[in-house]
C-alpha cells in the first residue's frame, strides 16, 4: 500500500493551497482517509480526518478554514485549506486506516512521505 502525496509549497498569510491524496497498492477497503500535520519541535497531530460514513472531524485551529474531501472509489483525499496563518506551517501527512487484504485482515494505519507547508507572514 502507497500513498502518495502531492501540493505544498510556501504561500503568504491569507493564501489557499490544496493538498492531494491517492492510495494504491493491495487495499480491500478503506476505514478513513484524511490528514495530519507536524510542526518543528511539536507532535503530529489532526488536521481534518473523512470517516467511511461521510463525517469529517477537523481540528479546532483549522474549522472554518480547511474542507477536505474523500473520493472512496478513486482512493482519494483532497485537503483545501484557506485562510492560511503562520502557524499552520507544518509537513503535513496523508493517513489512511485500512484493510489491507480480504474483509478479515486487520485494519492498519498508513501514512504518505509527507509534504511541507510554509505560511510567510
Known amino acids: 500500500v502507497q500513498l502518495q502525496a502531492s501540493g505544498g509549497g510556501l504561500v503568504q498569510a491569507g493564501g489557499s493551497l490544496r493538498l492531494s491524496c491517492a492510495a494504491s497498492g493491495s487495499i480491500f477497503s478503506i476505514n478513513a482517509m484524511g490528514w495530519y500535520r507536524q510542526a518543528p519541535g511539536k507532535e503530529r497531530e489532526l488536521v481534518a480526518l473523512v470517516t467511511g460514513d461521510g463525517t469529517t472531524n477537523y481540528a479546532d485551529s483549522v474549522k472554518g478554514r480547511f474542507t477536505a474531501s474523500r473520493d472512496s472509489d478513486k482512493k482519494t483525499v483532497d485537503l483545501r485549506m484557506n485562510s492560511l496563518k503562520p502557524d499552520d506551517t507544518a509537513v503535513y501527512y496523508c493517513?489512511?486506516?485500512?484493510?489491507?487484504?480480504?474483509?478479515?485482515?486487520?485494519?492498519?494505519?498508513?501514512w504518505g512521505q509527507g509534504t511541507q507547508v510554509t505560511v510567510s507572514s
Open positions: 493517513n489512511a486506516y485500512l484493510r489491507p487484504n480480504g474483509w478479515n485482515s486487520q485494519l492498519r494505519n498508513y
